[in-house]
């Protein structure tokens, strides 16, 4: 079998999730499933960022109820890819690329790294821009006065706060996302049309819908999802008997994040696209339901953009020092100190920092966060295969290998994504 790489030691920052006794379900009580929240609950949380607000709100806009199916179809995808790269973390106790260097090589190991890192990147930059915006629309300064001190909060937050802290301050934060579920019932949608939407597929009807229907796909079922969950699950301590609880903690925070994903898309429908309004971010957003939907409205979207950037921020940071330290086989984890895991918290903090900077300097963060959503979409097909690769290779996984069910989610995945990235193609190509 696969040779296993080191479980991470404890330390006094481990703060390690107490084990349940029980080793079966039957056994397990009600302490014992709220103790299943972790990375799974986190990823969800923070998978609702402001470029998934503002991509979720483009596609209301463009194809109003139109794609909501779509939320629903990957709601089952995301679940699969996250539970099998869960399973690959738990079993293996290593993060993906350094089980995709050894079986497949350096060369598909660093594209994969590449890809990562520049989605992440492009992603941060936006969401730390949007995380000021969503300020200066509650507060009514500009948002560049509160980049870099909103940057540097979350830097001291992320490096000095333990897992299971870092993990409770993301659910209290998550809290705010609830404001687009409210939000949506103030603009009073069409809900017969809301159904039509939800349980009737339709396919994209110009360039336009379908890049918002792949960057919709890319931005729920994301490439840094990968990275994060094998290693979050090194982070939660899980053994074996107890991956039940990791499956309860990946579909508890998918099912809640992608029903704020259909609110969100509910709201700009119902406002935006019946009033043929356009928007370019979740901020443009916010306030074209000001005239449309009341101040009452405006301000709750607005709320909840600063939870989603809250959220956010410090995961994509986290997942690319993950991917860095992965690759150069560093010390790595939020259960270790930065003097155990210099470059890991090091490369963290340029992240954040270079996202802050890289906003306040003017570089334009609408196109980083539409364009990084659809650049997800295109290459997640690629990363679905070598993720379905590993998780059903006997030299990796022993007999702990993915079950029928995740593999039919893997394969319906990669159709899915696959065939909007070459609708998108085929449109572009013949305009």
Known sequence: MWTRGRRSQPSHRSDREPSTSSQSPAGWSLVTYAKA??????????DNDPAGVATYAIAGAVAGYQQLWLIVLATFMVQAVQVTSARLGSITQQGILPIVRRRYGWQIAAVAALVGIIANEA?????????????????????????LPSTLLLLVVTVFANFRWLRNIFLVVGLLLLAYVVTAFLVRPDWGEVLRGTFIPSLPRNTLEAEAAVALLGTTVSPYLLFWEAEGEREAHRTRQQFGLAEIDITLGYIGSNLVSYFIVITSAATLYAYHETIQTAADAANALRPLAGELAHTIFAVGLLGAGLLAVPMFAI?????????????????????EAPCFYGVLAIALLSGGMGAVLGLDPIAALFASQILDGLLMPVLIVILALLANDERVMGPDGSTFYYNAWLVIAFVVMAGAALLLIGSLLQT
């Open 37 to 46: 929240i972790g990375p799974g609950v986190m990823a969800g949380l923070a």
């Open 123 to 147: 992603t941060l930059i936006a969401d730390v821009a949007a995380l000021g915006a969503s300020l200066e629309l509650l507060l009514g300064i500009s948002w560049r006065w509160f980049v």
């Open 319 to 339: 997942s690319i020092g993950y991917i860095f330290a992965e690759t150069f086989d560093w010390p790595s984890g939020l259960s270790k100190s930065p003097a």
